[in-house]
């Protein structure tokens, strides 16, 4: 598994404290803004992001820990498709780890190289949508000093052009 940034964790709470939708501790958000204040202030928020942390942490220890023990257990078919989640949505190193393992199924790397292949496949149409906006841009930018250059010699393009 790979190492749990804690300062990402924390500022994604942080960030869901922010929201409507997720009310952390009582009083800590207000309709107040200057109650909202004196609750971070005396530390409520951020005692409820340490909780809401410690809570994510213990949870991915224990799926961590407890995985093993029931990776045998499971049927082929599930066990296909957890482990190819899991490589999936996993870091390269964390990849070649779970891949790499005695208990994973032969199939899960086609699974995991087709999953690679649509990615850059929507990585590759990104990339050339981004390519076409910009041509466009551009091509705009052209135009209008086009314009602008015949706007001030309009007469002597004219006379050019009907040549």
């Known amino acids: ?26 009083g800590a958000i207000s309709s107040d803004p200057r109650r ?7 530390g409520v928020v951020a005692k409820a ?5 410690n809570r994510a942490l213990s949870f991915a220890n224990a799926v961590g820990q407890n ?3 029931v990776l045998p257990s499971l049927s082929e078919q ?5 482990v190819s989640a899991l490589a999936c949505a996993s870091s390269s190193k964390d990849r070649r780890s ?14 995991v190289a087709a999953y690679d292949a649509a990615k850059a496949e929507e ?13 466009e841009k551009e091509r705009a930018k052209f135009e209008e000093l086009r314009r602008k250059f015949e706007g001030s010699n ?8 009907a040549e």
Request: with cysteine; net charge negative; proline share 4%.
């Open 98 to 111: 779970i891949m790499e393992h005695p208990l994973c199924p032969s199939e899960v790397e086609g699974i």
């Open 36 to 42: 909202t204040i004196q609750a971070i202030q005396s």
């Open 49 to 53: 992001a340490v909780n809401e942390l």
């Open 154 to 161: 309009g007469a002597a393009s004219k006379a050019v052009a």
């Open 67 to 69: 995985f093993a023990a």
């Open 1 to 26: 598994m790979s190492k749990t940034n804690l300062t990402d964790l924390h500022r994604k709470f942080l960030d869901a404290v922010a929201s409507d939708g997720f009310q952390p501790a009582v």
């Open 123 to 135: 990585a590759e149409a990104r990339k050339a949508e981004r390519a076409a906006e910009r041509e």
């Open 78 to 82: 599930v066990r296909i498709e957890v």
